[in-house]
């Protein structure tokens, strides 16, 4: 009989559920795929839903449920945080406080009440339930399906239960937890503190601070250090917590932090002005040098050749990139769903090895199935939608299709791209994708404005061949889930004249740096995904085309989404994303659809409002 183990992560942000069968991935999935709500904090019904039917058992046949943090220990470490800065806290506890006592202290038994819904079943009939601790997931998730032996493993978010950072040594199927920063220390939520004061959304926007950055200078990395972090050479820190509100108040910061820096927070939606640019290569090098400084300890600490990342920032792949290149180590490896979706992935692993004690296989690769955990839709299911909304489409064998889409993408159209299983966590990765031809100097701003809808400052991600990776990146291993950021090579670039050198800001935007300007940002640097034939063939072999027909191994490689709305997860989300955008032909396994021949869509901006901007 097989062991089958449900993880869940809900109730704070990006809930999610995976199914661990006698220890091998079979479905994980975020809520907001199917929910439409990007985020979704809410109980994950529908990925449970979809990862049952994915694993062919009923919940209650399930062997254990797991849940991805413990409860009663976070409310604990809230309590103590807002006696500790009484009363000053006392707005912030009587938002929080009905909350907790309504559900999130009660949460064993609301979980059994939205379980037995799900399951069609009574709350006796379900198999236990069980806990795990926030950073025991990140770092379960992170090591278990990685394809190291024995490995540092270095968890680093905004906070679990109390824990903002934690170091494990993981060897074999054991997890040991060696030591831990605590809340309110925390490099996240410092990152958090800068992202909401330049004007972005906090569990959302910090990959826009981390694009941003290039186009700053670091002029207040010693403001940072002066004022705001205490930093060891270990690594090790604290933060002065008089320039912070998020212990006490309802906002990031505090008015001391905006004296600092000398105005208030940049409003949403407002202007990003060259001081916006500058904050953010400030706390982008500040993070940077944390990370460096705590991996050359743990190095030190545990002697291991290898490490491991998961938590919230472990997706800054900037400085995953640096801990590569900079660090002591041979190889590192970053959990694809770093931040709390993955952590559903994690509690299940944890109580395959760690509970009942099983061992892992090691096979010179990671378990994570190219992250390709989520639903796929037959030829069946596709050509019925079309159908039944008079879509117009052809139907091309998988030759002649990819033969045409080099064709196609080589003179600049832009193509949705839907086929194969959903990718688990927040990237895109050939499978619900929007690609594009790297080579146009339009492609960059074209996507950035008339497709996704969102800031023109933002760079785009390369997909390339595995094996020709370092034809185009100073980057000499593999890189499948785009989070590691790598240089440009020398012999690919374009050199600036002398009046383009001079320019400042959002003025270097414009500017070509090599003959793949549409994913090389402007700091000569690019997020770089390698595709692999093991994990995404038909990926694999549209890039083999399009570099048939062009003598380019990269495609410019973005989420099926417009701004503020979830990846696309099904044939209609990708229908509907691509007849509201400029985006030319959509794709749908092997249905080919033109945008001129598809019946006429209303052109109405209000679905706009349907997602609530990131």
């Known amino acids: 009989m097989s062991i089958n183990i449900l993880g869940i ?10 199914v661990v069968s006698d220890g091998t991935i079979l479905a994980a999935a975020q809520e907001e795929r199917f929910s439409r709500k990007k985020h979704d904090a809410r109980f994950p019904n529908k990925a449970i839903s979809y990862c049952l039917k994915e694993s062919g058992v009923a919940l209650k046949d399930f062997n254990q449920i797991v849940f991805y943090d413990k409860p009663l220990v976070k409310f604990d470490r809230m309590l103590e945080t807002y006696l500790a800065y009484a009363p000053k ?41 069980f806990f795990t601790e926030h950073h025991q997931s990140h770092a379960a998730s992170a090591f278990f399906p990685s394809p190291f032996e024995r490995a540092a493993v270095l968890c680093l978010d905004g906070v679990g239960e109390w824990a903002t950072s934690s170091l494990w040594l993981g060897e074999g199927n054991r997890l040991t937890p060696l030591w831990e920063i605590d809340f309110p220390h925390s490099l996240g939520l410092l990152y958090s503190a800068f992202t909401y004061y330049t004007g972005f959304k906090v569990n959302s926007g910090e990959y826009k601070l981390m694009g941003l950055a290039p186009y700053g200078e670091p002029k207040y990395t010693d403001l940072i250090y002066n004022h705001l972090i205490d930093l060891k050479n270990d690594g090790t820190f604290r933060l ?11 906002t990031m910061t505090s008015q001391k932090f ?14 990003v002005t060259q001081r ?27 002697n291991t050749d290898y490490l491991c990342l998961a938590g919230g920032v472990a997706l800054n792949c900037v400085a995953n990139g640096r801990i590569l290149r900079e660090g002591p180590f041979k190889d590192i490896w970053i959990q694809p769903a770093a931040g709390d979706a993955g952590g559903a992935l994690g509690a299940a692993l944890a109580v395959w090895h760690l509970y009942h004690n099983k061992p892992r296989t090691i096979n010179g690769s990671d378990s994570m199935c190219g992250a390709y955990l989520g639903p796929r839709f037959s030829e069946i299911e596709i050509r019925e939608y079309l159908d ?49 031809d790297p080579r146009s100097p339009k492609m960059q701003s074209m996507m950035n404005l008339k497709i996704k809808y969102r800031e023109s400052f933002r760079p785009f991600a390369p997909s390339v061949l595995s094996e020709k990776a370092s034809d185009y990146f100073g980057l000499d291993r593999s890189s499948p889930y785009m989070l590691l950021v790598a240089p440009v090579c020398e012999n690919i670039r374009m050199s600036m004249t002398e009046e383009e050198k001079t320019l400042f800001g959002i003025e270097k935007l414009n500017v070509p740096r090599s003959v793949i300007p549409a994913v090389t940002h402007v700091d ?30 990269v495609l410019v490689n973005t989420s099926f989404n ?18 509201r955008t400029e985006m030319d032909y959509l794709v749908l396994e092997n249905f080919m659809l033109a945008k001129t021949d598809q019946p006429a869509w209303k052109r109405d901006d209000s679905w706009k409002k349907e997602f609530e901007l990131d």
């Open 388 to 436: 039944t909304i008079g879509a117009k489409y052809h139907y091309l064998e998988e030759k002649e299709l990819l033969s045409c889409l080099a064709e196609l993408l080589a003179t600049e159209n832009v193509i949705g791209w839907f086929q194969g299983r959903m990718e688990f966590g927040p990237r895109a990765l050939g499978g619900r994708s929007i690609i594009g």
């Open 240 to 250: 002065d917590m008089s320039y912070f509100n998020y212990t006490t108040g309802l």
């Open 89 to 129: 806290g006392v707005s912030s506890f009587l938002t929080a406080m009905p909350l907790w006592l309504k559900e999130k202290l009660y949460l064993k038994s609301l979980l059994k009440k939205e379980l037995a819904q799900v399951g069609n079943c009574k709350e006796n009939e379900l198999p236990p339930l």
């Open 9 to 18: 992560s809900a109730y704070y942000h990006d809930s999610a559920a995976s």
């Open 562 to 579: 417009v701004r503020g709305e979830p990846i696309v997860g099904s044939p209609e989300d990708a229908y509907r994303c691509f007849m």
């Open 524 to 553: 000569y640097s690019a997020r770089i995904q390698t595709v692999h034939k093991e994990t995404n063939p038909r990926y694999y072999n549209l890039l083999s085309a399009f570099e048939s027909k062009t003598g380019c191994a």
């Open 258 to 271: 905006n004296d600092l820096f000398k105005g208030p927070p940049r409003k949403p939606e407002s202007e």
């Open 276 to 302: 916006e640019m500058d904050i953010a290569r400030s706390i982008q090098e500040v993070t940077e040098e944390v990370m460096l400084r705590l991996s050359r300890t743990v190095h030190k600490e545990l």
